[in-house]
């Protein structure tokens, strides 16, 4: 079955960086892209932008622009999500989720992201 | 301005049927497909209704999607007690060029 395997919580300090990995398996990795997408402490789902697995071509959400970056692992069917200047703001469970036309369909368990000094 | 407007809450009692509305704009819900997400709190969302109005596998027929014009709606036949999650709506917006969610929908079976 189609499954992403999220890598484990994180604390980072202000201005740090944090990069979060998705393990995919149960499907052909370069047929569908990854979408990131993050859920800030009881408010809702905020799209942070996706990248072609098949090519590695990025699209990313405007306000993350310059902060964010993804990149695929094709040898491990792994893609990761580097998130920096991090802010108290940036505290959120981040979501990698498969891209099918119109949204994503399935996705990782999360990865909770804690920024604290 | 791109954005997704569901109502914050919504109930309904055992068996009843409740309708979540989705309202968007001539760049998202008016020219792309709808897509219905539930998320039990503490856990990821699950895929509900893709196309705007199809179900994937397992999910049951009490589950409905619809659009028309820039507003999408999600119905819920046959409430039950395990429908209490929290519901979103998303669809792809061509003047971001990206996946907007709405603010999502607690439904609560009373």
């Known amino acids: 079955q189609v499954l992403l395997v999220q890598s484990g919580g994180d604390v980072k300090e202000p201005g740090a960086s944090v990069k979060v990995s998705c393990k995919t398996s149960g499907y052909t990795f370069t047929t569908y892209s990854i979408s990131w997408v993050r859920q800030a402490p009881g408010q809702g789902l905020e799209w942070m932008g996706w990248?072609?697995?098949?090519?590695?071509?990025?699209n990313y959400a405007q306000n993350l622009q310059g902060r964010v970056t993804m990149t695929t692992e094709t040898s491990s069917n792994t893609v990761y999500m580097e998130l920096g200047s991090l802010t108290s703001d940036d505290t959120a469970v981040y979501y990698c989720?498969?891209?099918?036309?119109?949204?994503?369909?399935?996705w990782g368990q999360g990865t909770l992201v804690t920024v604290s000094s | 301005q791109s954005v997704l407007t569901q109502p914050p809450s919504a109930s309904g009692t055992p068996g009843q049927r409740v309708s979540i509305s989705c309202s968007g704009s001539n760049s998202n819900i008016g020219v792309n497909t709808v897509n219905w997400y539930r998320q039990v709190p503490g856990t990821a969302p699950k895929l509900l209704i893709y196309n705007t109005n199809q179900r994937p596998s397992g999910v049951p027929d009490r589950f409905s999607g619809s659009k028309s014009g820039t507003s999408a709606s999600l119905a819920i036949s046959g409430l039950q007690s395990e429908d209490e999650a929290d519901y979103y709506c998303a669809a792809w917006d061509d003047r971001l060029n990206g996946l907007l969610f709405a603010g999502g929908t607690k439904l609560t079976v009373l």
């Open positions: 989720a498969r891209v099918r036309t119109g949204g994503v369909d399935y």
């Open positions: 990248i072609s697995t098949y090519n590695g071509n990025t």
